[in-house]
């Protein structure tokens, strides 16, 4: 990388950073603290509350997307980092569940990462993309780490209006970053040619990525639905199961270097393929241990989730970087726009279907899906065509 690069990738990564550990910090404890509200009692709205942040993030990022190809990329994530920390004081204010539920939907509404993400393609080579997508799914996976040993601890001190305090003073940091580290934008968006939206919905390869990151978020946000319980089953106390997620988080980058390798060779559809594969060898896997009855080992627990992270975050980094090579520059935040909406969706998705299965299927019913669903993912990515570097 050059350093304009080093530079571009490390600022946006660190805007990712910022605002994905708000959010993870107030994830591990909400269903816990809602309680405590007025109307606390009633499960299916404080699952909404969780959820809804999803769906207005689906519903603004594809329009978000397209503003940032006409008004530039700068200007819309400040706009949408601010209304994420609005949301944020909404939700430290609020003195019930619906104040909590309108506070997440406008944070959702501040659906800035079709557009950061659009910037960093527009500031980096291809050659170099996929490792400066890499920073990006790092640094949200080592905030979804921290989150997991912090939240409880936090939670504790300040409760969740603190928590959601908390939450918008980083979005504004974030803020300061994009004004003052970020480098400028390399073009004047307002004069791009114009195009059509039909142009990113209708190309093949664009398709398959865009459905691809929907069922990649769908089955992570499923999977969790089972995975704690395997590891109290397994004889690991709710409280430490950070000791299983934190090494497999961050071993997990390590094993990253065997992707870069792969794209310096030309082989990056190989490692999309292979990386799915892994998913599907963790889901398979996942559904024998939960089948059988008897208490999973930690040790086989540990290692499948080191396995299912090492291929979530090199699909993390593969899939927006063949995205933002695929698409027309003028189109490019239109085409980041509508995958990252796929990407919404798969959240909001898997937490709906993850809790429907473990009701009426229980967690081997939840795995077989799961895995059922990666296989038919694999099917669909095979004919991708390669891209050259």
């Not at 109307?39 to 940032?68: E, H, K, N, R, W």
């Not at 997991?148 to 928590?163: I, M």
């Not at 980058?253 to 870069?260: D, H, R, S, V």
């Not at 024998?288 to 086989?300: I, T």
């Amino acid at each position: 990388m050059t350093p304009l690069e080093r530079r571009s990738s490390i600022s946006l990564a660190l805007i990712f950073a910022l605002r994905m550990l708000g959010l993870f910090l107030v994830l591990p404890v909400f269903a816990l603290e809602a309680r405590k509200y007025p109307g606390g009692d009633d499960p299916a709205l404080v699952g909404l509350a969780m959820g809804i942040y999803g769906l207005t993030q689906a519903a603004l990022q594809l329009p978000l997307g397209m503003a940032s190809d006409r008004f530039g990329r700068k200007r819309v994530i400040v706009l949408g980092l601010l209304v994420f920390a609005a949301g944020s004081l909404v939700a430290a204010l609020a003195g019930s569940v619906t104040g909590l539920l309108i506070g997440r939907a406008v944070q959702g509404a501040g659906a800035v990462s079709a557009a950061v993400t659009a910037l960093l393609a527009d500031q980096t080579r291809d050659a170099v993309r996929t490792k400066a997508m890499a920073l990006v799914g790092a640094s949200i996976g080592l905030m979804f780490a921290v989150a997991l040993v912090a939240a409880p601890l936090l939670a504790a001190r300040v409760g969740l209006p603190g928590l959601f305090g908390l939450t918008g003073a980083l979005a504004l940091a974030g803020i300061a970053v994009v004004l003052w580290w970020v480098p400028p934008e390399p073009a004047q968006h307002a004069d791009a040619p114009r195009g059509r939206l039909a142009d990113v919905w209708t190309h093949p390869d664009l398709l398959r990525l865009n459905l691809g990151v929907l069922v990649l978020h769908t089955v992570q946000m499923a999977m969790w639905v089972a995975v704690p319980a395997l590891l109290v089953h397994a004889g690991l106390d709710k409280g430490a199961h950070w000791q299983v997620y934190l090494p497999a988080v961050v071993l997990s980058f390590i094993a990253m270097g065997a992707l870069f390798a792969m794209e310096r060779r030309g082989r990056l559809r190989a490692a999309l393929l292979a990386a799915i594969g892994l998913v599907l060898l963790v889901q398979a896997g996942l559904a024998l241990l939960a089948a059988s009855g008897a208490a999973p080992s930690l040790a086989v627990l540990g290692a499948l989730l080191f396995v299912f992270f090492c291929g979530f975050n090199a699909l993390e980094a593969t899939q927006p970087s063949l995205v933002s090579r695929m698409a027309p520059a003028h189109l490019r935040g239109a085409a980041l726009g509508s995958y990252n909406t796929l990407q919404s969706l798969g959240l909001f998705a898997g937490g709906a279907l993850g809790g429907a299965l473990a009701k009426w299927a229980g967690a081997p019913g939840l795995f077989a899906a799961t895995a059922a669903l990666t296989a038919a993912w694999l099917l669909l990515t095979w004919p991708l065509r390669p891209m050259g570097r």
